[in-house]
């Protein structure tokens, strides 16, 4: 929680936050086995013993965990403001081998948070409401296993944020949301524990014929808002009552 706390601290006072998380179940086993042909992720999952494989939880074994609205609340009680729970629809996710005996599992949540009860939206930008249908891309990119798809990254962008203002990615993995930031106008920093996550971002972007500045320039424009805010459809000033 405390790399939320840091968002919060950094975020624009009218800006907002979206949080993409999965939830599992718990296990209690030991260490997984088996493994999926098909889904590269899950069976990187299995080389490991994960803090839900092991025995000593106060719930049942097999039960869903209820990951996503236990980090939503502890941020509520941190300070955000929860505003929506969007489901993302995979409609392309996988199936389960090993889920005989329930659904197989194929959206997760993405929680949109603010600072407070007044900040910037642009709903024009929004294709659908409350559910997106956006399929998950296959390609691998840096060893990832669980790349968000552009389409989302767009899209959340979009409705947060106008042409030339700031994006804050605390979690770069493998640099959808860097890369999708840029190519749609947005200034944007990442953040990464991984130094090899970091040098494969960095090199596509200079391959895109960018180059490195230092960080007090960088301060500098982050300063600045965008040219663009005070006419921007988002921006809770130009907000009109129906």
Not at 192 to 209: A, C, F, H, L, P
Request: aromatic share 12%.
């Amino acid at each position: 929680m405390a790399v939320f706390d840091e968002v919060k601290r950094t975020l624009h006072p009218e800006g907002i936050f979206f949080l993409n998380i999965g939830d599992t179940y718990y296990s209690g086993n030991g260490q997984p086995h088996g493994s999926d042909p098909k889904c590269s992720s899950r069976n990187f999952l299995r080389k490991k013993v994960r803090p839900v494989d092991v025995s000593g939880w106060d719930i049942p074994k097999k039960s869903l965990i209820g990951v996503p609205w236990k980090v939503a609340f502890a941020m509520q009680q941190r300070g955000w403001t929860l505003r929506s729970s969007i489901i993302w629809n995979r409609c392309n996710a996988f199936v389960e081998p090993t889920a005989r005996d329930r659904p197989y599992r194929q959206y997760e949540f993405i929680f949109m948070f603010s600072k407070s009860r007044f900040y910037s939206f642009d709903r024009s930008m929004l294709a659908e409401e409350d559910v997106w249908n956006i399929p998950i891309e296959r390609a691998r990119r840096a060893n990832h296993n669980a790349a968000f798809p552009s389409l989302l990254v767009q899209r959340c962008i979009g409705v947060g944020s106008p042409p030339n203002g700031h994006v804050l990615d605390p979690f770069v993995g493998s640099g959808t949301t860097v890369l999708t930031a840029l190519t749609h106008h947005r200034n944007v920093v990442g953040i990464d524990m991984s130094d090899g996550y970091i040098d494969y971002v960095q090199g596509i972007i200079e391959g895109e014929g960018c180059t490195s500045t230092s960080w007090n320039c960088i301060q500098d424009g982050l300063k600045r808002p965008s040219s663009l805010w005070e006419d921007w459809a988002g921006n809770r000033q130009n907000f009109r009552k129906p």
